[in-house]
T-cell receptor, first 114, second 114 residues
């Protein structure tokens, strides 16, 4: 079965520092990968997606992610974190065999120190 | 403005009562989804619908029911058979019937059952 692992439950970074959130997936075919962000008590907002092509994808709010097939990873990065980036981040893989289903990781909570 | 609305934002019920959560979208999306979110577990799929008058069970459908009588509406009923109904419920929609597209999320409903 498809699965997504986000190894870090919490991450704390200083404002202005770089950020990398890890995501590993298990999927037999070419994966469709997503990163979403959720502010407390809110819905999820799509940051970026990978379907095919260039393995480095750019998203909103200055985020990018790199798809590495050999490592089954899709890590999210940002070169300089802002206090407003504090939120929970979810990685997801699309399941082509199950309609349009998304399988989500457990999430990583990002805290930003000023 | 186009989007997904969920009402109410907070809902309180006594144990043993059925409760219906509303989800409406004006994005003209074909597919709609219901997820349940619990701390540290990410999002888990309850039901999804790819077309009017048709829906499929997700990973945790027991104790829940849905209907899809109109394209824009996908209400979720949490029945008394659901053993642990207190959670944050998120509705989503997707513009594509087949293939894969990103999902757009509503703001969520927090259900508390005592």
């Amino acid at each position: 079965a498809q699965s997504v692992t986000q190894p870090d439950i919490h991450i704390t970074v200083s404002e202005g520092a770089s950020l990398e959130l890890r995501c590993n997936y298990s999927y037999g075919a070419t994966p469709y990968l997503f990163w979403y962000v959720q502010s407390p008590g809110q819905g999820l907002q799509l940051l970026l997606k990978y379907f095919s092509g260039d393995t480095l994808v750019q998203g909103i709010k200055g985020f990018e992610a790199e798809f590495k097939r050999s490592q089954s990873s899709f890590n999210l990065r940002k070169p300089s974190v802002h206090w407003s980036d504090a939120a929970e981040y979810f990685c997801a893989v699309g399941d082509m065999e199950y309609g349009n289903k998304l399988v989500f990781g457990a999430g990583t909570i990002l805290r930003v120190k000023s | 403005d186009g989007g997904i609305t969920q009402s109410p934002k907070y809902l309180f019920r006594k144990e043993g009562q059925n409760v219906t959560l509303s989800c409406e979208q004006n994005l003209n999306h074909d597919a709609m989804y219901w997820y349940r979110q619990d701390p540290g577990q990410g999002l888990r799929l309850i039901y999804y619908s790819q077309i009017v008058n048709d829906f499929q069970k997700g990973d945790i459908a027991e104790g829940y029911s849905v209907s899809r009588e109109k394209k824009e509406s996908f209400p979720l009923t949490v029945t008394s058979a659901q053993k642990n109904p207190t959670a944050f419920y998120l509705c989503a929609s997707s513009p594509r019937l087949a293939g894969l597209g990103e999902q757009y999320f509503g703001p969520g409903t927090r259900l508390t059952v005592t």
